[in-house]
């Protein structure tokens, strides 16, 4: 049974940082894509960050790139994305998701209507405010 389980968010000034983590059981990184997904208020989901569990390699979206960075902790079962330089746009939810299509991590992920991943945890809430 695929579960992952978000934490980490909170409220934050802009310019400043956090880092949110992904627990996750039920399959391994080598088999499963997994991703950072965010939806703010009255908007669609949008994608942020993810990686391929065909070959390790790391997507990010043009809106984070140079201020995020994903990592995973194979040890511990836990994949993180550290945020930094935070912006009010960034308010959202996030959510960590997994795929057993494990190489199903690139730009066309994150395309609109580009299919879901299957398996989403229940999102961690990200407020940049001053």
């Known amino acids: 049974q695929v579960q992952l389980v978000e934490s980490g968010g909170g409220l934050v000034q802009p310019g400043g940082s956090l880092r949110l983590s992904c627990a996750f059981s039920?399959?391994?990184?080598?088999?499963?894509?997994i991703g950072w997904f965010r939806q703010a208020p009255g908007k669609g989901r949008e994608g942020v960050s993810c990686?391929?569990?065909?070959?390790?390699?790391?997507y990010y979206a043009e809106s984070v790139k140079g201020r995020f960075t994903f990592s995973r902790d194979m040890s511990k079962n836990t994949v993180s994305l550290q945020m930094h330089s935070l912006e009010p746009g960034d308010t959202a939810v996030y959510y960590c998701a997994a795929d057993p299509d494990r190489d199903y991590c690139s730009g066309y992920v994150f395309e609109d209507g580009a299919r879901a991943y299957t398996h989403w945890g229940q999102g961690t809430q990200v407020t940049v405010s001053s």
């Open positions: 039920g399959f391994t990184l080598n088999y499963y894509a």
């Open positions: 990686r391929s569990g065909l070959d390790g390699s790391i």
